[in-house]
């Protein structure tokens, strides 16, 4: 009798520690409930870069040029100081950020400002970001400001404020200011020809915009987080106005990195407006327009987010179609639209 009593309390133990070794193995696989986590958070790097901003745009025959628009601001924590880099503003790599296993991570791109008939105003880049659900708080990256766009007439549009500055009008009208750490002020050229006018070049992520006639976009950031160097985040050109010859009539060109062009002032009497958005996925701000047509402005280039973790840490579970590719013990994703990543 004492036998049997002994094993039966013997298997009623063996079963005890059965769940819990269940439970605790349950814990382990699932990594989550009761407060659980999957593991200790791991570091990753992102490149950010906002939309760019809008060239200003014109009526017809308002007897001036316009500002081109700034880039979009440039953040990264990839590379090292190298001149005027690699965050743009000429600000170093800023730190890592942490992503907890587990935690879903939202990856906004701000597309680029957008142009606008006259009298209404043109638009300035959109703000990218990243934000967790659970530790990461929103990391986001300004819009590219708006060129100016009139001189004489009214309402007129100074050239606004952005993650770099769209670029100001003839006459005294400095550009916009760019934003601490991830752009550059936009350009303003003073009156000097009394033939015709160039307006200034937008900010870029590497340098301001020009103040001298023809007005070029101010010059990107090269990155090398995707394994290989791209310049992003070049200002739009200020538009050159030919009203008397000889006027300047070549428009600034775009700011390395996706700057669209400013348009050509030609001849007096010439109406054809040629300034060239920012390129998509750049954060390049559009060119400005020359003042002798209407004009809508060019649009500025939609932005870009890059973040590179281990591929260790890489769970695979996204939205939003990312470009996924590797780099020898990393996994680069590059986002061109609004999508999610799982830690």
Do not use: H
């Not at 590497?206 to 101010?218: C, K, L, R």
């Not at 591929?311 to 990393?330: F, K, L």
């Amino acid at each position: 009798m004492r036998d049997l009593k002994n094993k039966l309390t013997s298997s009623k133990n063996t079963k005890n520690i059965q769940n819990r070794r269940g439970k605790s193995f349950g814990y382990q696989v699932l990594g989550f409930g009761a407060g659980g986590s999957a593991g200790p958070p791991y570091e990753v790097d992102f490149l950010l870069l906002a939309g760019g901003g809008c060239g200003g745009n014109s009526a017809s025959g308002s007897s001036t040029a316009r500002g081109g628009g700034g880039a979009g601001g440039y953040r990264t924590t990839f590379g090292t100081s190298s001149g005027s880099g690699p965050s743009g503003g000429g600000a170093s790599a800023e730190s890592k950020i942490l992503f907890q296993p587990g935690e879903t991570i939202t990856v906004t791109v701000g597309s680029g400002g957008s142009g606008a008939s006259w009298p209404s105003f043109v638009g300035v880049g959109q703000n990218s970001s990243v934000e967790g659900n659970v530790q990461l708080s929103a990391v986001s990256s300004v819009g590219g400001g708006a060129g100016a766009n009139l001189f004489q007439s009214s309402p007129a549009q100074p050239p606004v404020d952005g993650g770099s500055g769209g670029g100001g009008f003839t006459g005294g009208n400095a550009g916009g200011s760019g934003t601490a750490n991830q752009g550059f002020d936009g350009g303003s050229v003073p009156y000097s020809n009394p033939n015709g006018y160039n307006c200034g070049g937008g900010g870029g992520a590497g340098a301001a915009g020009s103040d001298s006639s023809p007005s070029a976009g101010g010059t990107g950031v090269a990155s090398s987080i995707t394994a290989s160097a791209v310049t992003r985040g070049g200002g739009g050109g200020g538009g050159a106005f030919a009203r008397f010859t000889p006027g300047p009539t070549s428009g600034g060109s775009g700011g390395s990195g996706g700057g669209g062009n400013g348009s050509n002032g030609a001849s007096p009497g010439t109406t054809t407006p040629n300034e060239t958005p920012g390129s998509a996925n750049t954060g390049g701000g559009g060119g400005g327009a020359n003042g002798m047509a209407a004009s809508t402005g060019a649009s500025g280039g939609s932005g870009v987010v890059i973040i590179r973790l281990p591929t260790a840490s890489y769970s695979g579970a996204t939205t939003g179609s990312p470009t996924v590719t590797t780099s020898g013990t990393d996994t680069i994703l590059t986002f061109t639209g609004t999508g999610t990543i799982t830690g």
